[in-house]
């Protein structure tokens, strides 16, 4: 089952590790587990990634498709973030259930990806005010185990870099 | 259509294959940790994902529980990404419903819910890529999940896509060839016994062809079935080893 509970014994001794520097599984308080980062695992899109960090299993996929600009910023491109937590993850997540994390993730994408440093959205302008590159990023969650905002951010910086 | 034949004159179909071949099948197991079972398998173009969850106590109401036998409990998603054109929602949709309830008849057939009252058994179907014959590829992915989770079943659960074109009737059939508006039957088989857990149409068929189309379809199912049997081998032949037996 993906759900654990703890007992507050094992709440206090995991407490007490932190403390001492040392956690769970044998990390120290500031190290990362083992990333593993795979572009272009599916090929019917323009881009995508596939991130395993510990548990976490994220995959995205990118699609470039024709679109209008938006009114205020006639000569950019833009992109629509969409985050399906699938109920593999956890069977909490079937039908509607996952449907408020993956709104809040969302949300924060659309927030990072938001200022000019991120990414440029002048290049995916093809003519100002008629036509441009919508990239639709879309985020799925496989596998929960920790830690999802910085796979996930991960994963759509990969995907973005194998968009072609 | 002008230009797209699906069957040329010397029988090779759009893709190279003859009228009865199936496209490469690699099918894997045990590729998540956290759920109890779980299968990743790709026919073609066509990749799916399973993961299943139980048995375990009935989630929400107490109500629905059968006092006598497990409810199977199954969803079908497929990715936004999947298909050529972006889909909008990924379940929760008509397709996907049906899809669900298609799953969850083929796999009461086949699971012994008899061995777990009262409990609950999750099957969550994704598919990543679709490529045509998505329900058989989402059967065969859930049938190794399932073995994978240490659920008893009657049989393997071995499903294949059949379709009729100039007289031939045509083994799982790619997304063009679905496209092409043709006949086409989604058979679910029990290969031991040869029964059928689910037979779907939804288009027009003279009864004269349908036998020849079943027995397609039929034929290639056990062919699929001779190739997950495989890949189970393989798999508990590398976790005894990984065991020390």
Known sequence: MASVTLSEAEKVYIVHGVQEDLRVDGRGCEDYRCVEVETDVVSNTSGSARVKLGHTDILVGVKAEMGTPKLEKPNEGYLEFFVDCSASATPEFEGRGGDDLGTEIANTLYRIFNNKSSVDLKTLCISPREHCWVLYVDVLLLECGGNLFDAISIAVKAALFNTR | ?245
């Open chain 2, 1 to 245: 259509m002008a230009g797209l034949e699906l069957l040329s004159d010397q029988g090779y179909r759009v893709d190279g294959r003859r009228a009865g071949e199936l496209r490469k099948i690699q099918a894997r197991m045990g590729v998540f940790a956290q759920a109890d079972g779980s299968a990743y398998i790709e026919q073609g173009n066509t990749k799916a994902l399973a993961v299943v969850y139980g048995p375990h106590e009935i989630r929400g109401s107490r109500a629905r529980a059968l006092p006598d036998r497990a409810l199977v409990n199954c969803q079908y998603s497929s990715a936004t990404f999947s298909t050529g054109e972006r889909k909008r929602r990924p379940h929760g949709d008509r397709k996907s419903c049906e899809m669900g309830l298609q799953l969850r008849q083929t796999f009461e057939a086949a699971i012994l819910t008899q061995l777990h009252p009262r409990s609950q058994i999750d099957i969550y179907v994704q598919v990543l890529q679709a490529d045509g014959g998505t329900y058989a590829a989402c059967v065969n992915a859930a049938t190794l999940a399932v073995l994978d989770a240490g659920i008893p079943m009657r049989d393997f659960v071995c499903a294949c896509s059949a379709g009729f074109v100039d007289g031939t009737a045509l083994a799982d059939l790619s997304h063009v060839e679905e496209a092409a508006g043709g006949p086409q039957l989604a058979l679910a088989l029990l290969p031991a016994s040869g029964q059928i857990a689910l037979l779907e149409m939804d288009a027009r068929l003279h009864e004269d062809h349908l036998e020849r189309v079943l027995e397609a379809a039929a034929q290639a199912a056990r062919d699929v079935h001779t190739l997950l049997d495989r890949v189970v081998r393989q798999h508990v032949r590398e976790a005894s080893i990984l065991l020390g037996d």
